[in-house]
């Protein structure tokens, strides 16, 4: 089930169940100082109305400021929580079919969810649209690596555990992203890779991190299993989060 419709049942389950999880991993993957949602907000314009396509939980809301924020979600659970933390501009909306006028907000931010948002070319020209001209699109997203070290070998024991690649329905595309953001009308400014690291200090620890990853095609039986023995490997220490940040311009 890497493509297509199948994705959409998935992921309300999933974030119905587990809203918040994103945020609750990436808040805790520090690196030198830096958090990857303090990392991705570097690229995000300081004035403007900025728009943030599957915002979730709203873990930007308090970098960009409630003033300027609006938070676009499918997922009633996530925008609740967005609207518990006092992020104002909550609407819940399709990230295919933006209920905003073009060219109408300064900035498109994009955390964490271009690679499950499908059809990705419908989404990429609805955040393209929307957006001024000379306006600003942000995005994050998780990439498989490259990864060294202790971090290819806790990668590779964890897709032994699952017995199951860890894949989302956008990674092809997603690896060409000057043609991508080209074909909407953007230009790419630059794309960016870093690997964040997520402590696994307690059990607690490891199932958060395995509760965070999408994995349709892995039973629920193969799951706990896996769970079960990403516990027993918690020696690891840390997992590895590797991202991208993509910053690009709409097209005068
Ligand atoms: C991995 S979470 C990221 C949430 C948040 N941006 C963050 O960085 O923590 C992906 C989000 O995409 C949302 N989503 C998935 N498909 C969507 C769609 N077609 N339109 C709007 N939101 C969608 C999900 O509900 C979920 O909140």
């Known amino acids: ?22 945020e609750r991993i990436l808040e805790r993957s520090g690196d030198e100082g830096d958090e990857p949602y303090g990392w991705m907000s570097e690229r995000i314009p300081s004035e403007g109305v900025v728009l943030d396509v599957a915002c979730g939980s709203a873990p930007l809301a308090p970098r960009i400021g409630p003033e300027r924020y609006i938070g676009v979600d499918l997922s009633t659970e996530e925008l609740r929580l ?3 933390r006092g992020a104002g501009g909550l609407v819940i909306a399709d990230a295919t079919r933006l209920p905003f006028g073009d060219g109408s907000v300064d900035a498109v931010v994009c955390s964490m969810a271009l690679q499950v948002l499908t059809p990705l070319p419908e989404a990429l020209a ?9 306006g600003v699109f942000t995005a994050m997203y998780p990439v498989s690596g490259p ?34 953001v080209r ?13 964040f690291h997520f402590p696994l200090n307690t059990r607690a620890d490891i199932g958060a991190y395995m509760d965070s990853l999408y994995v349709p095609s892995v039973g629920r039986e193969r799951y706990r299993r896996a769970r079960s023995a990403m516990e ?19 097209e005068d």
Do not use: Q
């Open 232 to 250: 027993r490997s918690s020696w690891f220490g840390y997992a590895p989060v590797p991202l991208v940040r993509l910053s690009a311009v709409k």
């Open 1 to 22: 089930m890497a493509e297509g419709k199948a994705w959409r049942p998935y992921l309300s389950e999933f974030h119905a169940d587990r809203a918040g999880i994103t």
């Open 126 to 134: 609805e955040a393209s649209r929307v957006l001024r001209r000379g």
């Open 183 to 195: 074909s909407v009308g953007l230009r790419l400014r630059a794309v960016e890779s870093r690997c």
């Open 82 to 84: 967005a609207a518990g």
């Open 147 to 180: 990864l060294s070290g202790w971090d290819a070998v806790f990668a590779l024991r964890l897709l032994w555990s699952l017995r199951s690649r860890i894949g989302a329905p956008n990674e092809g595309p997603l690896r060409r992203p000057a043609a991508l």
